[in-house]
């Protein structure tokens, strides 16, 4: 297997240099018919808004929902342009962290579907309106062939946007517009590394001057470096916009998107020596003792059975809880990284469609803004070891109405307002299960066919089924674990945002909104009233209905200092409630007595110099906030923070950014599946037990969230077509998981006289790591090529997953790799 992944990339490494000596060709074929003294007459000192990088080239309403400059708006906000998301050639939104401070995105089990912002999961908004769908930052990946740029805000929404489940943050997600001036159009190919091959198609065209659309697809046939790795997708994007006259303006788009992917777990058994150098524990077993004993797995058998690690293979005889290893650890293994937890025909499908419309009608001094987002998801997750997700025709409509009115007092005085309501209304069926996920129990150095959960795992404690699901893997049935369910919500939420400008120096911005968000969930499988015995144990199950309903704050006061125009220094203040939610986003009202609650305090300033082209950043943040973890506890996160980014664009031949973060974060530690490395199985009588759920409600270092993360991007094209790009981003210190408290672990060899073991709690800590990607471009009149090295030096790199599993899993970053790709415009 990886003799042949091994190929691959020797394949791809052949055929890249194949493609540039014909690229170099049929650019050397049009040259032939031109007069070189006009090779650098297409370059000028104007930069395009499509090429511009700097942050206050453009108006942006990602925050108070107004069009604010960047100097104006006391938030730390990054503008992440297409060319910048071109030059990085973005894959998923763990790329933000190549753009941005205080972006580090955990793994979130191998399909990370929203970044993580100053600590926490963040929001995903589509134009302004939040597109939602997650509950731990994993989910259907994001399409980018649909984004025209990115508006990444650090902290809670403004109050026009309302309360989500996520408080870190949001990346407002801003899609292609179609062009007005000309028709146009580009069609683009890429080859990379491991058999990875895109296309993608954009045309846009105006019908008249009132009227204009553009179209987008893309396609994906990717392999990859990992074992069972694919990611194949098909994207398909429309937008319309309508301005019949100068009062109003409509834009509509459309977006499909379906992939069928495999998540990533990457390593289990993390210890500090498999970080640093690389060295795996494996099973004290032979190949046939080891699949003989896997097999008992779930089976019933207990302590009372006999020898752990011998005649039973769990304490309490089930596949969820206190499995046991008997490690050897005297001959540790030196890892694949191309590992990954998984077994054959895992596999995760999902779809989801997207329509939108924003109207705009303004009037003397008041402008009027509705906004609609209309969304549907369906999707899929099995993997065998043992995680399953099934998200069911979910529906999430949203509409929101402002009126943005300015009275002025004088030439410098004046009064902004921007009031509305929102309704919001979500219909979700979601189940999984995670209960029966002992990730350290198998050892990936055996046959991977053997990394599964089997049916006896979930029928000896009586997990339910959903009978019309068709089963996956080796089991009879598809299982779930009893957290899911079929929850109907809504929301409305009446909102207010001012700007009080008292002078061309201060100002003071106000807002506030109150959401009133009811809910009701039934049995996922039997509904309110159903009756059906769905645990095959003869005995049948009954249904239920819960409802509640919850009213959340959120309000923020801001005081902007700007001695000068290009200068401004702002402090922020922001409160913000919301709900728990579980599986799929879907609202759960059983959280409504105990809400999220979020503090944020943020001093910062901006500076706008060298006549618009250079732009500085930078700000103090203190933050403390509620989370809710996967099994139900709240943890308290206390937050301190320093970011500073710099953008500089001097002309339309070169560009740079570079951003820089350091974070003092801690918090308690109410869920850690596996407490203890290991490599430390000799402390507890020779034998491994996870997971054990042994956390603190002390305050601890907080694991997932690197202390320093820096960040930069240079950019040159010559007059000659040719350019250069170099990205670089480095990262550390980093806990996997909890660690500093003490654990209590039980003695079931009889070694220590039937006494538990009192250890420390530990984990793996990564040092600062650092990766680099090199591109080579050369333009030729309707012509683009591009060369990427990622990872040019090809370091050993790794990243956590959720900090609740930071003992039991750890993916190892890609190595260096090759991307070739060609696009015509037209």
């Known amino acids: 297997m990886h003799v042949s992944k091994n190929k691959k990339r020797l394949k791809a490494a052949r055929i890249v240099p194949c493609l540039l000596t014909a690229g170099a060709m049929s650019s050397g074929l049009f040259a032939q018919d031109e007069e070189p003294e006009d090779l650098g007459t297409f370059i000028t000192e104007e930069v395009p808004i499509e090429e511009n990088i700097l942050p206050t080239s453009r108006p942006f309403n990602s925050v108070y929902g107004t069009e604010r400059s960047i100097l104006d708006t006391p938030r730390n906000v990054t503008i992440i342009s297409r060319e910048q998301l071109d030059s990085i050639a973005i894959k998923d939104v763990r790329d933000f962290s190549k753009l941005t401070s205080s972006s580090y995105t955990k793994t979130n089990f191998g399909s990370p579907s929203t970044p993580n912002l100053r600590g926490q999961e963040a929001d995903l908004f589509v134009n302004g309106m939040r597109r939602g769908g997650s509950v731990n930052g994993n989910g259907l990946p994001v399409n980018f062939n649909a984004v025209e740029s990115v508006n990444i805000v650090k902290g809670p929404a403004g109050v026009v946007y309302g309360t989500t489940n996520y408080l870190g943050g949001y990346a407002d997600l801003i899609t292609k517009k179609p062009f007005f001036d000309a028709e146009r159009g580009s069609v683009g190919f890429s080859i990379g590394s491991y058999d990875q091959y895109t296309w993608n198609l954009d045309y846009s065209k105006p019908v008249s001057d009132k009227l204009a659309y553009r179209i987008s697809y893309e396609g994906k046939e990717w392999d990859g470096y990992y074992e069972f790795w694919k990611m194949n997708s098909q994207a398909l994007y429309a937008a319309v916009t309508y301005r019949p006259n100068d009062k109003y303006n409509l834009e509509a788009y459309f977006e499909y998107f379906q992939a069928d992917y495999t998540e990533n777990w990457g390593i289990n058994r993390v210890t500090q020596d498999l970080v640093d150098n690389g060295w795996y524990i494996p099973n004290a077993q032979t190949d046939e003792e080891y699949a003989a004993y896997v097999a008992l797995l779930g089976n019933g058998d207990g302590f009372w059975a006999g020898v752990p690690g011998v005649d039973y293979a769990s304490r309490f005889g089930g596949a969820g809880f206190s499995t046991i290893v008997v490690p050897d650890l005297a001959n540790p293994v030196q890892v694949d990284r191309s590992w990954k937890l998984a077994a054959p025909g895992d596999d995760s499908f999902g779809r989801m469609a997207v329509i939108g419309a924003d109207q705009t009608l303004s009037l003397e001094n008041v402008e009027i803004v509705n906004k609609t987002f209309l969304s549907w998801k369906d999707r899929n997750t099995f993997s065998s070891y043992h995680y399953s997700e099934l998200l069911r025709d979910n529906i999430s409509f949203e509409n929101r109405t402002e009126v943005r009115f300015l009275s002025e007092f004088s030439e410098e005085s004046s009064l902004g307002v921007n009031a509305g309501v929102r309704f919001r209304k979500?219909?979700?069926?979601?189940?999984?299960?995670?209960?029966?996920?002992?990730?350290?129990?198998?050892?990936?150095?055996?046959?991977?066919?053997?990394?599964?959960?089997?049916?006896?795992?979930?029928?000896?404690?009586?997990?339910?089924?959903?009978?019309?699901?068709?089963?996956?893997?080796?089991?009879?049935?598809?299982?779930?674990?009893?957290?899911g369910g079929d929850t109907k919500s809504h929301s409305i939420g009446p909102f207010v945002q001012a700007d009080y400008k008292i002078n061309d120096t201060f100002s003071a911005l106000v807002g506030f909104t109150s959401d009133l968000v009811s809910a009701t969930d039934v049995h996922p499988v039997l509904g309110a009233t159903g009756v059906a015995d769905i645990t095959l144990d003869g005995v049948p199950e009954t249904g239920y209905s819960y409802k509640d309903t919850v009213t959340l704050d959120n309000y923020n006061v801001s005081f902007l200092y700007k001695p000068t125009d290009n200068l401004s220094t702002y402090i922020t203040h922001n409160v913000s409630e919301t709900y728990g939610a579980d599986t799929g986003g879907r609202v759960d009202p059983t959280s409504f007595g105990d809400v999220n609650k979020s503090k944020l305090t943020e001093l910062g300033a901006k500076f706008s110099l060298l006549d618009g082209k250079f732009f500085l950043g930078t700000a103090l943040v203190d933050r403390e906030f509620t989370t809710r973890n996967q099994d139900g506890s709240m943890d308290q996160v206390f937050l301190d923070l320093f970011e500073i980014e710099f953008n500089y664009q001097p002309n339309r031949n070169m560009f740079a950014t570079l951003g820089f973060s350091y974070t003092d974060a801690e918090r308690t530690a109410g869920f850690f599946a596996s407490s203890y490395t290991i490599d430390r199985a000799d402390e507890t009588g020779g034998i491994y037990i996870a997971p054990i759920f042994q956390s603190t409600s002390d305050i601890v270092k907080a694991p997932g969230i690197p202390e320093k993360l820096v960040n930069g991007l240079f950019s040159y094209k010559w007059d000659n077509g040719f350019g250069v790009t170099l990205g670089f981003l480095g990262w550390g210190d980093t806990y996997s998981g909890y660690s500093g408290f003490d654990i209590s672990v039980p003695d079931l060899t009889g070694e220590n006289g039937g006494e538990n073991y009192v250890i420390t709690a530990n984990t793996a800590v990564l040092g600062f790591q650092y990766e680099a990607d090199l591109s080579f471009i050369y333009d030729r009149e309707d012509w683009s090529y591009k060369l990427t090295i990622f990872n040019v030096t090809d370091e050993d790199n790794w990243d956590v997953n959720n900090s609740g599993y930071g003992n039991g899993s750890i993916l190892p970053r890609l190595p260096a790799r090759l991307e070739l790709s060609a696009k015509y415009s037209f």
Do not use: C, K, S
Request: proline share 7%; hydrophobic share 30%.
């Open 426 to 483: 979500d219909d979700i069926w979601a189940v999984n299960h995670f209960y029966n996920e002992p990730v350290n129990f198998f050892d990936m150095t055996r046959d991977p066919d053997t990394r599964r959960i089997l049916d006896q795992g979930f029928t000896v404690d009586n997990y339910p089924i959903i009978p019309d699901e068709e089963a996956h893997g080796d089991l009879d049935y598809w299982y779930y674990g009893g957290t």
